[in-house]
């Protein structure tokens, strides 16, 4: 069975959507989906729209509330051929508790929050750009990064 980088790169160079936010591994939400792009990045297949935040952004904040670097996650990646070797990594270096997991979770799924006028105009005008403004049921980025990837 072929490893998942030679997989994304057998694929066309059509755009290839990495894990919905909302996905979890180990109880955190989101790793998932930054496990995806370091491997699309490995594999040449990142998108030109999802690298100038690599690293940073909702991986930054998943970065932070985890306790570790961009890179030293993405070598982990690098050297890993399937999510199990991400997650045991993980459990071993970024020791936080399910109360810390659980706010990184609420902090990424109710971005932005109702106090934030300027969150929202930038979510309005991303989903202005997407021709998702009909959409009422988008009221979080989460929820934008879910239709705009054709999940929901």
Request: contains cysteine.
């Amino acid at each position: 069975m072929p490893d998942i980088l030679t997989a994304f790169a057998d694929m066309s160079s059509e755009l290839i959507f990495p894990r919905s936010p909302r996905e979890t591994m180990d109880g955190w939400s989101y790793l998932p989906r930054y496990v995806d792009k370091a491997r699309l990045h490995f594999a040449g297949k990142l998108h030109a729209d999802y690298q100038a935040n690599f690293g940073k952004g909702f991986d930054g904040w998943w970065l932070e509330a985890a306790g570790v670097t961009h890179e030293d996650f993405i070598e982990v990646v690098r050297n890993s051929v399937i999510d199990g070797q991400v997650c045991d990594w993980v459990r071993l270096h970024a020791k936080k508790s399910d109360a810390d997991k659980k706010a990184h979770s609420e902090r990424l799924l109710n971005h932005p929050p109702a106090s934030s006028t300027e969150a929202f105009a930038r979510l309005k005008m991303r989903m202005e750009q997407s021709g998702l403004l009909h959409r009422t049921d988008i009221t979080t980025f989460v929820d934008y990064i879910d239709a705009d990837e054709k999940r929901i």
